[in-house]
């Protein structure tokens, strides 16, 4: 089941001073279909750096997309099942090309979930525990530990019987010079 997120979302009225525009669980979610229980939910995109604070519109309301527009950042929530719920069955490349990244899988990996993107995420465990792996190793996360994911080729894996909640924030990034990012 997709953990619902409430979002509440301040703006400003007619007259300039501050309100609340939103209140209620976020809307953009999406499912993978293709790997069980692996849910992404939206909060928040910026399309430009500094970001545009004016009007009062949802600029989540859109398909669910892996990475920002260039210049743009999303907040996101992300749930990981365990391991054995998906891994065994999924289709990393049905999943990727679902959220209009097919470019980012590493398709000649043998992990499905191993990508690189165009991002520096701040990655926040909310709850669980879940395994940051890079090309060279892996670290154990936990509730209250944060990731700062800098382009690089990596994936996840929840090894233990429950859920990994994390808060996910991605910036738009350069290309690092010789990475597997620089083929996009």
Known sequence: MVWKVRRVVTGHDASGKSIFTMDGHATCVKEMESMPGLALTD???TTTAPADNAGNHDPADRPVKLEPPKGGSILRIVEFPPDKVW??????????TSIGAGHANDKGNSDPMMHTTLTVDYIIVLKGEIFAIMDEGEKL????DILIQRGTRHSWSVRGDE???????LVSALPVPGSAATAH
Do not use: H, Y
């Open 43 to 45: 909060l928040w995109e």
């Open 87 to 96: 891994r065994n069955n999924a289709d990393a490349a049905t999943a990727f």
């Open 141 to 144: 996360l936990k509730q209250g």
């Open 163 to 169: 859920p990994c909640i994390v808060a996910a924030i």
